[in-house]
């Protein structure tokens, strides 16, 4: 009866793309962050991801290659690949993790902006620069990614105008980072984030 199910139309058709599809799902995903984490500076975290990343892509592979003539399985493993990459990302962008670099150049006086934003907990550096229309202001701040919205908001609410860039960054070191950007992913040694 066993033997019966394996053959049947529900099994082939259904239930093996299905946990074809899953399992992708589950290892891109995974593999996404793994390469997300690593490209971060958190080296530590990328073998650890890895081993159950490819241990979840050989059952998906064994499958596969053992049912060589059934057209759905590709198609389970091809979908399963590019949902897993987005699901990745998606948690990824939930997570926020890293630290991002913000160069705002305003168009207004930007003093109640500067003060607002180190009201908040941020730090900033300002310094006189030169532009194309004559003399400008380039401010700094270091925060968390998931203090990006935050930062913006004060942006948009004192200098609508201002021209800014947000950059990623590998690693920092020392700085001010206020009460609330002190909060790490993991704060667990292994997973911790190495500084050059």
């Not at 073998?47 to 290659?65: C, D, R, S, Y």
């Not at 399963?80 to 913000?102: D, K, P």
């Not at 310094?127 to 202001?137: H, L, R, S």
Request: charged content about 20%; some cysteine; hydrophobic content about 45%.
């Amino acid at each position: 009866m066993e033997t019966a199910f394996f053959d049947s139309f529900w099994w082939t058709w259904v239930v093996l793309p299905l946990l074809i599809f899953c399992s992708r799902i589950l290892d891109q995903s995974i593999g996404t962050l793994r390469l997300i984490f690593v490209s971060k500076g958190y080296k530590n975290i990328g073998p650890f991801l890895g081993f159950f990343e490819v241990i979840i892509w050989l059952l998906a592979v064994t499958q596969v290659l053992q049912h060589l003539t059934n057209p759905m399985s590709y198609i389970a493993y091809g979908g399963g690949f590019a949902m897993g990459n987005y699901i990745g990302m998606r948690i990824e962008e939930r997570i926020s993790i890293g630290t991002v670099l913000i160069r705002i150049i305003p168009k207004d006086d930007a003093n109640d902006m500067i003060g607002r934003l180190r009201q908040e907990g941020f730090g900033v550096t300002a310094t006189p620069a030169e532009g194309a229309m004559g003399p400008v202001k380039i401010i700094f701040t270091i925060i968390k990614r998931k203090s990006i919205p935050t930062a913006i908001n004060i942006i948009n609410q004192y200098n609508p105008q201002a021209f800014y860039t947000i950059e990623e960054i590998k690693s920092v070191k020392d700085g001010y980072f206020g009460v609330q950007q002190k909060r790490e992913v993991f704060n667990w040694r292994l997973f911790s984030k190495k500084t050059k």
